[in-house]
């Protein structure tokens, strides 16, 4: 099966996450994938929007922990290429989102001029559990958003936020009736479509501002990941999660 599909329909680029068997998990193949698509279409007048979607009832549940990037890599790291496909694009784009958004499915959220959840949705920033620092520029996204102590909450705490909480939180724009989330969001970024293609695109630069510092809070946010996954802590906080017992950091 795909792990993902990508499908265009006036003028609209759905990109559905398509691994439901392992709630959607995004493998390295599938960050490459999305993220060129999203520069593909910012180079494509035609596109007016990038729709997101889940498949199985679940948005995703981040990074594949089978696939995960080797910290001792010098590869250029498809994580960072598709976060900063995210930061760059000027594409309108709108999130569904039901079942569970875990890490990379959260923090990406913070990128989306729409997000739409129902109120089953379970919204959760896993990295302190984990052992590891917060990604793609949540540590200076979510103290915008929400303030400083509840971004504190979210990320020091590590405990899921459901879809009602997100949505008066600030980091949904819109509730759903559970099972039209899908249905919701394409509403949306058809209504995106409908605009003024090029001035929908400047708006959007304008709202998001300059982007130099949300890139180098990415880079190094991704140093300290490397460094967290090669710590004793991280190591046994992962081993812990495979092997489904409470991590013993004593």
Known sequence: MQSLTITRDQNVVQIQLSRPAKKNALTLDMYRTIAETVEAAEAD???RAILF???GGNFTSGNDLDDFPDP???????VLRFVTALVKSSVPMVAAIEGLAVGIGATMLAYFDSVVADEDTKIF????NLALPPEAGSTLLLPQLLGYTKAAQLLMLGKPLRGKEAFEAGIVSNLSPVGQTQQCAMQIAKEF???PPAMMRQTKKMLRG????ILQRIKDEEQALHKALLTNESKEAIQA???KRPADFS
């Open 193 to 195: 479509a409908k605009k």
């Open 210 to 213: 300059e982007t130099q510092t």
């Open 53 to 55: 979607v889940g498949s």
């Open 45 to 47: 007048t035609w596109v």
């Open 241 to 243: 999660l495979i092997e």
């Open 125 to 128: 920033y896993p990295f302190i």
């Open 72 to 78: 001792l890599d010098d590869q250029p790291n498809p």
